[in-house]
């Protein structure tokens, strides 16, 4: 597969060495993937330069797309036709059709995550229903949903890019519909299991590539609130889900939960089919140039795109095993995958015993019992408040004093700030919990963790897509490594506190995040750079001559 990138970047290196100065000159800022403004070229290139003004990287239509299958060749192309200054971009929409499409993704990330969690305060009675007593059987009723989830994006990530990242979010959301009315109606424990695995296969696509969309809509400057936006979906609808499952299971059965599942799903598809366009520049100008009188002339104007979808089983294979190549052969990409995982895990871990805990401890019915997940809610919404905020005056404040110039090493310190508040989070927790003081106390707890969770998702996510060529890989190797811990955790969580204990047990969790969370933000804010400079995957988006931040 390496090789295959290898030849690919060769191809490249030829098409760049038949440009002329000022096109070099452009591509070089195109490539880019700092937020600097350049300066024009030199005096003897200025004719050329006024027939053909470079870009304008500070425009919203300017600079590459998060997550091209080649940045290169895209450069070339926008140099070709001028794509950066086409209305029919999807950076230079109007304000107002972003932040819609912006939503639309956000809800469609909303939906998929409250089908993985809203069953969770339901779990008892849903084990007295299909006669369940093995404890992981139980785990597993919840969690294989996120089995698929992890592994799905393999699939759906080239799909997007192949024939655009709309039409899989669409699909990808009217078959969760489906399968959760197959989930209300299963006959059966197996039967269950199936349709809560195949919610997840098709509830990942906003995840495979609603990442891709917010890239394709904000410059990497702009990127952090709505990013923020498009994370909140993920992390608030396995919160609200608990919420509105407790108090639906109570009142009318758990199997209403499902259908309520599968009605959200069909809300999102009314709103979203006629209103969300697609946003990935590739695809939208592949679709304009056959629709052309000559389409033989407009494929020789689009070499890279003809390429790019000629053959789809290679792209499909080098999509489907670079995330996995990427994980591996990137430190960088690896730890941060490992901490976010390690956070994912511990958050479903709460899920899966938060409806026994405050049974047993507190007595709460399923009702009452879903409104404890509500601490996380707030912990999760405080964060998306003020720590997209934080991260994005941060950011640009670093950049203002490094000339101008963007480096993903300055979304470390909105990191670090939210890796301190995890640790202290699951140690609230899990001793209040333990010494079993007042039912309030275990929640603002899991707030704590929580806030600390979402201010760290959010810097991680930014880093991977300003630090990799294939961007879109390195978000799907990381959803890949937490998807598949937040499946493994739930199924040895119940264990480990029955012989540690909620106090010791979320102790050992919270030094593991210390652990992974403190040290690693800090060693990558003085040598993140030099690694990047060092690996192939990275190279392309460090700036070795740029000033350090």
Not at 77 to 89: A, H, K, S
Not at 224 to 247: D, E, N, Q, T, W
Not at 516 to 535: D, E, M, S, T
Request: charged fraction near 15%; proline fraction near 6%.
């Amino acid at each position: 597969m390496s090789d295959e990138i290898g030849r690919s970047d060769g191809a490249n290196d030829a098409r760049l060495t038949s440009l002329d100065a000022p096109q070099l000159s452009k591509l070089a800022s195109a490539n880019s993937s700092s937020t600097h403004v350049h300066s024009n070229s030199e005096t003897k290139t200025n004719s050329l330069n006024d027939a053909h003004p470079p870009p304008l990287h500070n425009a919203p239509g300017h600079g590459e797309s998060a997550f091209p299958a080649d940045k290169e060749g895209e450069a070339i192309e926008n140099i070709e036709d001028d794509w950066e200054c086409d209305p029919e971009n999807a950076r230079n929409w109007p304000s107002s059709k972003k932040w819609t499409a912006v939503s639309i993704v956000s809800f469609y990330c909303f939906v998929s995550p409250l089908a993985s969690s809203m069953m969770a305060p339901g779990i008892p009675e849903l084990a007295i229903k299909y006669g369940i007593t093995n404890s992981t059987v139980i785990a597993l009723t919840l969690c294989i949903f996120l089995l698929s989830f992890a592994t799905a994006p393999l699939i759906l990530a080239p799909l997007s890019e192949m024939y655009g990242r709309t039409w899989v979010l669409h699909i990808g959301n009217l078959f969760t519909m489906g399968f959760s009315f197959g989930c209300a109606f299963a006959p059966n424990t197996g039967a269950l299991i199936a349709f809560r695995f195949l919610s997840g296969l098709s509830g990942s696509a906003p995840v495979a590539c609603g990442g891709g969309s917010v890239g394709d809509l904000f410059a990497e400057k702009d990127r952090a609130s709505a990013m923020a936006l498009f994370s909140l979906g993920p992390l608030i609808g396995p919160v609200a889900g608990p919420v509105a499952g407790g108090f639906i299971t109570q009142a009318i059965g758990i199997k209403w939960v499902f259908i309520v599942i599968g009605i959200t799903c069909g809300i999102a598809s009314l709103v979203g089919i006629p209103l969300l366009k697609e946003t990935y520049g590739p695809v939208i100008r592949l679709r304009r140039a056959r629709k052309v009188a000559d389409y033989e002339k407009a494929a020789k104007g689009h070499p890279h795109l003809e390429a790019s979808h000629g053959d789809k089983i290679k792209i499909l294979w080098d999509n489907l095993a670079r995330p996995i190549y990427i994980l591996f052969k990137s430190a960088i990409c690896f730890i941060l995958s490992l901490y976010m995982a390690v956070m994912y895990g511990i958050f479903y871990l709460m899920f899966t015993t938060f409806a026994e805990f405050f049974a047993t401890t507190y007595g709460f019915k399923a009702g009452v019992g879903g409104l404890a997940y509500l601490g996380l809610g707030i912990g999760f919404m405080s964060a998306t408040i003020c720590g997209a905020k934080f991260a994005d005056a941060i950011y640009q404040k670093l950049a203002a004093r490094n000339g101008g110039v963007g480096t993903p090493e300055m979304r470390i310190p909105a990191l670090f700030f939210g890796s301190w508040f995890v640790p202290i989070g699951l140690f609230w927790y899990g001793w209040s919990a333990d010494a079993k003081l007042h039912w309030i106390m275990p929640i603002i707890g899991s707030g704590i963790f929580g806030f600390g969770m979402m201010t760290t998702f959010l810097p991680i996510q930014l880093y991977l897509v300003d630090s990799f060529e294939f961007a879109a890989s390195a978000v799907a190797a990381s959803a890949l490594f937490r998807s598949l811990l937040g499946f493994a955790f739930p199924l040895f969580g119940k264990q480990m506190f029955d012989k540690l204990g909620l106090g010791p047990g979320n102790s050992l969790l919270g030094g593991l995040a210390i652990l992974l969370g403190i040290p690693f933000p800090v060693f990558l804010w003085y040598k993140g750079a030099a690694l990047r400079a060092a690996n192939p995957l990275t190279a392309k988006g460090a700036q070795p001559n740029a000033p350090s931040p």
